[in-house]
């Protein structure tokens, strides 16, 4: 027998809920995606992540369901892992998870177990980013044009650069999380999202970039969608021998666009001021779009025309990270990861080295991390980059199936 050292985190899940919205006859968490319950899932990919502390948060009536999935997904960590009974409310389910913590955890992750396919990855990056009095959440950001309304009535626009799709685990320093929820409870407030119950105490929250594949199984389509996923990753079209199956994938993407469009210059994900812009339907970031048309071709997912062209007036005027983060989505909905990306614009403007480090950090925080550099050559005056009229990229991209090691 092998013996585990006691971890310093915990990771809560939360799946308590009754999932009246899936009609599925069921506690949404004992409900099956393939051959496995969402539970399941969701509890494979936390033993997948770095070992802690796992209490699962079942709903009253079904502590044997939750603890026999426990049990098959926990495998040599099964002494890591308890079962607790929920509350009548969210917010009551958690405290209850965390009642049950063990004395050396200090770091504490709640997550939903209806975001099924969650991966270890994010679970462990929530971990990492965990410090003193601040708290933790992976967020997307929101690609659909919003509007604020009265009844039918189109009240205004919503500005979605200032919003972000929250998702899960949220992880939290314990001290301060028990704190929150012993201010919440004195004071009668029930909060429906971590995040907010903690910085409602006056602790301090910050985002991370989320993944596709952690969306929350709310509705029938949602179970859909998920079970799409799950068929679908054993036979991606990768196009090489099946003896082969985790090989990566190379793409390439160019694109061009002339100088003439309005406002200031965005390129590799920064605006500059006092540039003149690229024209284009959205904001002319060569850059960021070679990189897109790379990507998509290394996963065999078309090319950006295909998916943010003219036919997709909600990409008109929108910058790198929305495009950058929609093709990191694209790909995890196909079961791709991003290895690297390379991209080297040709222009004698603006001047980039001085702003290289600024641009890479941008454009890889907009594909969840992955590493992402960037060249300039003005070539030597030669063709239109070299006379100014406007600025061609090419870019390489890295793709790896999820399921490679």
Known sequence: MTLLPVPHVAV????????TRLAAGAPKALVGIDGRSILRHALDGVFAAAPAQV??????????????????????R????RVV?????????????IAALWGDVRTVLVHDAARALTPPAQIDAVAAAVAEGTGIIPALPVIDTLK?????????????????????????PRTALEAA????????IEYTDDAALFAAAGYAVRHIPGDARAFKITTPDDLDRARRLLAEAPTLPLHVPASAPNLPRVGLGTDVHAFGGEGDLWLAGLRWPGEPALSGHSDGDAVAHAIVDALLGAAGLGDIGEHFGTAHPEYAGAHAAVFLART??????????????????????????????????????????????????????????????????????LVFPASAP
């Not at 099964?78 to 892992?81: E, F, K, Y």
């Not at 009974?85 to 998870?97: I, K, L, N, P």
């Not at 929820?181 to 009668?188: E, K, L, N, P, V």
């Open 328 to 397: 990191r989505e694209l790909l995890g909905e196909a079961g791709f990861v991003i290895g690297n990306v390379s991209a080297q614009f040709q222009g004698n403007h603006p001047r980039f080295s001085a702003r290289r480090a600024e641009a890479e950090r941008a454009l890889s925080d907009a594909l969840g991390g992955a590493p992402v550099s960037v060249t300039a050559t003005t070539t030597d005056a030669l063709g239109f980059p070299g006379r100014g009229e406007g600025i061609a990229v090419t870019a390489a991209a």
């Open 148 to 172: 604020r309304v009265d009844g039918d009535s189109i009240v205004a626009p919503v500005d979605r650069s200032e919003l972000a799709a929250a998702q899960t685990p949220q992880g939290f």
């Open 78 to 81: 099964v002494d890591l892992a």
């Open 12 to 19: 809560i899940v939360v799946a308590a809920g009754s999932g």
């Open 85 to 97: 009974v929920g509350g009548d409310t969210r917010q009551e389910s958690v405290a209850a998870g």
């Open 55 to 76: 209490i699962v948060v079942a709903p009253a009536g079904f502590e044997g369901d939750a603890e026999t999935e426990v049990r098959e997904a926990a495998g040599d």
């Open 181 to 188: 929820y012993d201010a919440a409870a004195a004071a009668g």
